[in-house]
């Protein structure tokens, strides 16, 4: 059974940094691009990040570039967003999926980041 | 940038046929998908490549793909198929969500 279990969210004041992880299991991690998806409170889902198997290409929603860095460890199984200098904006569910042919087929159940003064 | 839009919400009785679309330039052009996300839950692909449903997804789930309009089409709606409907493109370089469509069942 698939499984994504993220971890990492919590209260940060905005300027701030927090590291998101997302624990893989029952599938081969290191054959998948793998994602970080966002719903913000009241609002659609948003990609945010995406990230080769091998960790060479990644790709990044304009709103983020230069303030987030999306990562892998495949002999870890697991997957990290940096987020830097962070906004009220940024408040949102963030979701680890994997990524099969631009579809996003499995989710975590997700964790949530509070940017807060 | 590329846009998706959904109706913020949509409802049906139980039973009968739910029909959600998604509206986009070209749409017909890309391939879609939908995602399910119960209140509380992540969210469930339930139909990817326009019209194909993941195993598991029941058979009440379709889709369709023309012109600049995708569908999902729920038959005979269950009280279980409450939630809240994402569709999503990729353009660009991109991955492009709607902003989501309330299904209620009543």
């Known amino acids: 059974e698939v499984q994504l279990v993220e971890s990492g969210g919590g209260l940060v004041q905005p300027g701030g940094s927090l590291r998101l992880s997302c624990a893989a299991s029952?599938?081969?991690?290191?054959?998948?691009?793998m994602s970080w998806v966002r719903r913000a409170p009241g609002k659609g889902l948003e990609w945010v990040a995406n990230?080769?198997?091998?960790?060479?290409?990644?790709h990044y929603v304009d709103s983020v570039k230069g303030r987030f860095t999306i990562s892998r460890d495949n002999a870890k199984n697991s997957l990290y967003l940096q987020m830097n200098s962070l906004r009220a904006e940024d408040t949102a569910v963030y979701y680890c999926?994997?990524?099969?042919?631009?579809?996003?087929?499995?989710w975590g159940q997700g964790t949530l980041v509070t940017v807060s003064s | 940038s590329y846009e998706l839009t959904q109706p913020p919400s949509v409802s049906v009785s139980p039973g009968q046929t739910a029909s959600i679309t998604c509206s986009g330039d070209k749409l017909g052009d890309k391939y879609v998908c939908w995602y399910q996300q119960k209140p509380g839950q992540s969210p469930v692909l339930v139909i990817y490549q326009d019209t194909k449903r993941p195993s598991g997804i029941p058979e009440r789930f379709s889709g369709s793909n023309s012109g600049n309009t995708a569908t999902l089409t729920i038959s005979g709606t269950q009280a279980m198929d409450e939630a809240d409907y994402s569709c999503?493109?990729?353009?660009?370089?991109?991955?492009?969500f709607g902003g989501g469509t309330k299904l209620t069942v009543l």
């Open positions: 990230i080769k198997q091998d960790g060479g290409e990644k």
């Open positions: 999926a994997s990524l099969s042919f631009y579809v996003f087929d499995f």
């Open positions: 999503q493109a990729w353009d660009s370089g991109t991955w492009v």
């Open positions: 029952g599938f081969t991690f290191s054959s998948y691009w």
